[in-house]
């Protein structure tokens, strides 16, 4: 049977490639004592119960913060991985996922466009090239997968769609993601059953969005984005870019990520519109 229960989204990591706070710095928000300023590098876990009852977790990337992540936020179990791009605060902990493999006894299935799966191969050769390491060490064990924009992949009654964005010159994906037809709980009427997060939109390191991604965003309940800064950037929507883009989707809720040392938590969102947020590191929506 298809289906799903208690699907959430649980944002492990919402900082920059340097996280937040940087090293060295004593700017105000990296010596800030609100928790909601410390921000680990950026990454997600979406975590269900399909059909049968079994608890089932997906990450979205494997940052160089996982182990912290996974431990700070009980991960006992990895299903799958699922990529946005290939760069390095968003690919680094992929060495982490063998711990998992001991607790499940079995490989971890790798979602990515060819050329995340070209660097993870060239990256992490003593994972995916294993009969060339001189000793036979303890990697983990995975089965890699090549996606396509706009072709959905099914896990255990959760639908991951990649959708095209833009990291600068580079061509990325963002993940929407939505239950396959989900029984109702016992109790729960149809309008109980309507509310909640999903269906969501991951969209992190986005400086624009490909024309054909704009109707794979419509009809979402929550739009996560990047919302780097104030200032300008090559690679990232600006704190006002990204309030003009969710705006434009239309999302019931929206929750910036991928957030710099400049931008506050408690004074950055005391000045956005009504229902845009700031996502912090722990924040879990269902």
């Excluded at 920059?16 to 090293?23: K, L």
């Excluded at 997600?44 to 913060?65: C, F, H, K, Q």
């Amino acid at each position: 049977m298809i289906g799903s229960t208690g699907l959430s989204l649980t944002f492990m990591g919402t900082g920059t490639s340097a996280g937040v706070p940087v090293i060295g710095c004593k700017c105000a928000v990296c010596v800030s004592d609100d928790p909601r300023d410390k921000r680990l590098r950026c990454g997600a876990a979406v975590r269900w119960s399909d059909a049968d009852g079994m608890p089932r977790v997906v990450l979205i990337d494997t940052t160089p913060d996982l182990r912290q992540q996974a431990l700070t936020y009980g991960l006992e179990r990895c299903d799958a991985v699922l990529y946005t791009h290939n760069h390095v605060d968003h690919t680094f902990g992929l060495d982490e996922v063998r711990r998992f493999n001991v607790l499940m006894g079995r490989a971890i299935d790798v979602y990515a466009e060819e050329h995340t799966l070209e660097f993870l191969r060239r990256t992490f050769a003593h994972i995916f090239d294993k009969q060339q390491n001189i000793n036979d060490s303890f990697v983990a064990s995975l089965i890699a997968h090549r996606v396509t924009p706009g072709e959905a992949v099914e896990l255990w009654g959760v639908r991951f769609t990649p959708v095209r964005l833009l990291h600068g010159k580079l061509p990325i994906v963002g993940w929407r993601i939505e239950a396959m037809g989900r029984p109702r709980r016992a109790g729960e009427d149809a309008e109980e059953a309507a509310r909640g997060a999903f269906p969501l939109a991951y969209c992190t390191d986005v400086s624009a969005i490909a024309p054909e991604t704009w109707p794979r965003l419509r009809g979402l309940r929550t739009l996560v984005l990047d919302a780097l800064r104030h200032t300008r950037h090559p690679t990232h929507l600006t704190l006002a870019e990204a309030v003009e883009v969710a705006g434009s989707v239309g999302a019931d809720a929206t929750y910036f990520i991928h957030m710099s040392h400049e931008l506050g938590h408690a004074q950055t969102q005391a000045e956005l519109p009504n229902g845009i947020f700031l996502a912090h590191d722990g924040l879990t929506l269902r």
